[in-house]
């Protein structure tokens, strides 16, 4: 529960040198190890690609740094960077405003709870990014049609956890609000929205990290750009160094939006540990 | 009225329900029949008969079958990888430390983009289709797990270490039972990135399953199928996701409230 | 079945990662004898806790040593049990089977001699048809009250129990205070109980020996015996020897729980 570690002083106190190597890595064990598990995991890469000395199968982090090195001076690759940015950027920014609105109704509604909430949670359950061919269809194979998916895909975390944050407010706190007799745009500034914000931003990760990943499955049912367009185009070539750096872009893609929201939430809500 | 009103009142729950698909239903039909035009639309009651059809000529059978035996093994090994990985990153403080920046990672990758490169590895025979389910699946089942041993708080621990619980029998008494809300939810999380596994793998040239149909109609034009397609894998994450609940239910009946994912 | 505790010079310091330190407990000496009840009672924060774990061995003194038998206290073992501060109830359990918890790791009884010693101490800390509840379907006291019964059920040579009524009502208190000596019967069996409370009253009303707490770092300001003989009733509080005793006491502990409220 506590942070407070129970070292006994005489451990921390010990002054030989094996003692003093110790209480350096304690000290910063988490670094020290993030750092040997980044190396190490880079090393079994190389490794592995050693192993099978295979560009047309596999390629290690050099093989693919050495590929961005060439990829970066084709206009081509920025095009297909800028397109699935595109994408990315409005598809979950709808499925942000949709799902903050559509939560907000069903969490004061009780009616239009009792009415589309067995829906919403029967929908969330369905892998939605396979409706993907069915836009290409309504919407065509540009931009439009993958912002659909995006948004289908992504809205309904953050539907959900925006309706379960401010049910979860309004049990807990409405009764205080009350008490005190305060109005109803202090309650929705002071309690509702604080209290309801870690779920919404929870809801916004789980969102996100759809949202990246259907960028990758919109592109592959048909698609005229794109990061997923370019590692299908690759796959069919064979050329994996390639694709390795297609998957590399969708990655940062997905743990750099992770970051932010969690610097977001970490900025927001002080008082949480943060969620997984 | 009176009368009416009243049933209303007590069955408002389940009334509304009923009402809210009826509205969502009347919906679709209107947009059916504005659109008018099965090359781009299709209504509910024709991908009730258009699936009944393929149901009874048989033609689909031997699709669920391949997509089912892709799931099936797909999601089994990896409910049973991600508990098991899930409760060492947990338990291990080793373990911990030295891949907690891998499972961050994990949790922001979008898994399906490796499907290419198992194709490769792989081929494009069922065992690489295994493996894409495989590893979509995994993600939110391991990362649950991790995470619900670690809301597992010290002072059950401290508590069976009090009463002189030996060491491997903590395992069976305090971690998995205080993991278990949070294993169900990464299961059933799991269920639905499966399904797209599914779909993304049948992709690199299958010749049969759902997502081999659902391409067929892409190139076709075949909306009804499509639609169908659609309609049937999303049914099975449905039924896969209250599959799990009821077990849920039924192995802890402790619990009063459902966790949020 | 009759050990006894030696307490030698124990000095208990926490670490915090920051650097900084706690001073919890400050040398403490104290000889536990078989059959005795104790308790300790002092501002909340003097280390009470701290020591009562580190009896019973869930955490090593920093300096000094605590013996049973003459044996250096290792690790927890299946002769003592704690109730700890909080019910700690598994969730996941109803209260039958929160009760054997600690029933479970002696080998040396049956699955029905297990069950029957549950369903004694279920009676005991009157939880009668409430078996098959769960910890959330409990208020704070029957949550407090299968605490107990867990405790008790393992037939611990020593008991130590942590404000263990701390969360009860008033009435159901006195009751179980007068109940509590009757279900544990020390005299009889040789036991050692070891009683932590802030209740100088019920430190009083339930002790042979009460220790009195300095404010941190918690060392033993005085030892007390109260005469009475055991069991006792609830009339004992109104005698003038233990109005006298309750006194002399909070006399001694005001000014260590004002250095408490202030910090
Ligand atoms: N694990 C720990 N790490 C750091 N400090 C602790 C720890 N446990 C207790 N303390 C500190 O030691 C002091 C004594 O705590 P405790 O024994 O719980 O007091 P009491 O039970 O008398 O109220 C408190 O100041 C508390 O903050
Ligand atoms: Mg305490």
């Known amino acids: ?159 959900i956890n925006t309706q379960a944050g401010i049910k ?109 | 009225m009176e009368a009416l009103l009243n049933v209303y009142q007590q069955q408002r729950k389940w009334m509304n329900a009923i009402l809210g698909i009826a509205i969502v239903t009347v919906f679709w039909m209107f947009a059916n029949w504005q659109v008018n035009s099965e090359l781009f639309f299709v209504g509910p009651w024709r991908v009730v008969t258009y699936t009944y059809g393929l149901f009874a000529s048989g033609e689909i059978l031997d699709d669920l079958r391949i997509s089912g035996i892709e799931f099936f093994w797909g999601y089994g090994v990896a409910a049973v990888a991600g508990i098991g990985f899930g409760m060492v990153f947990g338990i291990s403080r080793i373990f911990r430390e030295f891949f907690d920046p891998w499972l961050s990672a994990i949790y922001a990758t979008p898994s399906v983009a490796l499907a290419p490169l198992i194709i490769i590895w792989f081929g494009v025979d069922l065992t690489a289709k295994i493996v894409i389910v495989l590893i979509t699946a995994v993600v939110p089942i391991v990362l649950n797990t991790y995470t619900g041993v670690l809301s597992v708080g010290k002072e059950f621990q401290t508590l069976a270490n009090s009463f002189c619980v030996p060491q491997r029998q903590i395992l069976y008494k305090i971690l998995i039972p205080g993991s278990l809300p949070y294993i169900v939810t990464g299961l059933r999380l799991g269920i639905s990135r499966g399904i797209v596994g599914v779909v993304v793998g049948e992709y690199f040239g299958a010749y049969a399953g759902l997502g081999y149909q659902l391409f067929k109609g892409l190139d076709t034009f075949n909306m009804p199928l499509m639609m169908s397609c659609a309609a049937m894998l999303a049914g099975t994450g449905v039924i896969f996701n209250q599959v799990i609940l009821v077990i849920e239910r039924r192995m802890a009946p402790w619990r009063d409230t459902q966790l949020q994912e | 079945m009759s050990s006894s505790i030696q307490v030698e010079q124990v000095h208990k310091t926490f670490m915090k990662p920051t650097g900084e330190t706690v001073h919890a407990v400050g040398g403490v000496d104290m000889d536990l004898r078989p059959g005795t009840f104790y308790s300790f009672v002092g501002p909340s924060g003097c280390g009470k806790t701290t020591l009562l774990h580190m009896i019973h061995g869930l955490l090593p003194p920093t300096r000094g040593r605590i013996l049973l038998d003459g044996t250096e206290v290792a690790g927890p073992t299946p002769n003592k049990a704690v109730v700890f501060q909080q019910a700690l109830l598994l969730p996941w359990r109803n209260v039958t089977d929160n009760i054997k918890f600690g029933l479970e790791n002696d080998s040396t009884k049956t699955a029905t001699e297990r069950l029957e010693i549950c369903d004694k101490y279920t009676q005991i800390v009157g939880l009668r048809g409430f078996e098959s509840h769960y910890p959330h379907e409990l208020s704070g006291g029957m949550q407090q009250r299968v605490n107990l019964a867990r405790a008790l059920a393992v037939d611990p040579e020593i008991l130590l129990m942590d404000e263990p009524f701390a969360s009860l009502d008033a009435q159901t208190r006195l009751l179980m205070q007068e109940e509590l000596q009757r279900m544990i019967d020390w005299k009889n069996s040789g036991k050692i109980v070891v009683f932590v409370t802030h209740d100088i009253e019920e430190a009083v009303f339930l002790s042979d020996v009460v220790f009195c707490f300095s404010f941190r770092p918690g060392t033993i300001m005085k030892e007390i015996k109260v005469p009475f003989p055991t069991p006792r009733t609830l009339r004992v509080k109104e005698e003038p020897e233990f109005l006298q005793i309750k006194h002399d006491i909070w006399e001694l502990l005001a000014d260590e729980a004002r250095k408490a409220m202030e910090e």
Request: aromatic share 12%; charged share 15%; with cysteine.
């Open chain 1, 1 to 159: 529960m506590s942070k407070i570690q129970d070292v006994p002083l005489e451990e921390t106190q010990d002054s030989s040198f094996v003692a003093s190597v110790k209480t350096v890595y304690n000290r910063h064990r988490i670094g020290i190890n993030f750092c040997l598990s980044v190396v190490l995991a880079l090393l079994t890469w190389e490794f592995i690609d050693f192993v099978f000395d295979d560009p047309d199968f596999f390629t290690g982090p050099v093989a693919v740094a050495l590929e961005f090195g060439v990829l970066i001076y084709e206009p081509r690759f920025w095009e297909n960077i800028n397109y699935s940015g595109t994408e990315l950027i409005y598809g979950f920014g709808l499925a942000m405003i949709l799902g903050v609105v559509i939560g907000a109704a069903v969490a004061f509604s009780r009616t239009l709870d009792e009415m589309f909430s067995p829906i919403l949670v029967g929908l969330y359950a369905t892998p939605r990014s396979v409706a993907a061919p069915l836009f290409i269809i309504w919407l065509g194979l540009g931009i439009a049609s993958k912002v659909g998916v995006i948004t289908l895909a992504s809205v309904f975390p953050v539907i």
């Open chain 1, 168 to 276: 979860n407010v309004q049990g807990e706190f409405r009764m205080l609000g009350r008490a005190f007799n305060i109005s109803f745009w202090a309650m929705l500034t002071k309690i509702i929205v604080p209290g309801s914000l870690p779920f919404l931003i929870a809801g916004l990760r789980l969102g996100y990290s759809r949202s990246v990943v259907t960028i990758m499955v919109a592109e592959l049912f048909g698609a005229e750009a794109g990061i997923g367009y370019m590692i299908d185009h690759a796959t069919q070539t064979f050329h994996v160094a390639e694709m390795m750096v297609g998957i590399s872009l969708l990655t940062i893609m997905g743990i750099a939006g992770n970051e932010i929201l969690k610097g977001v939430e970490r900025w927001a809500t002080p008082y949480r540990k943060t969620l997984v």
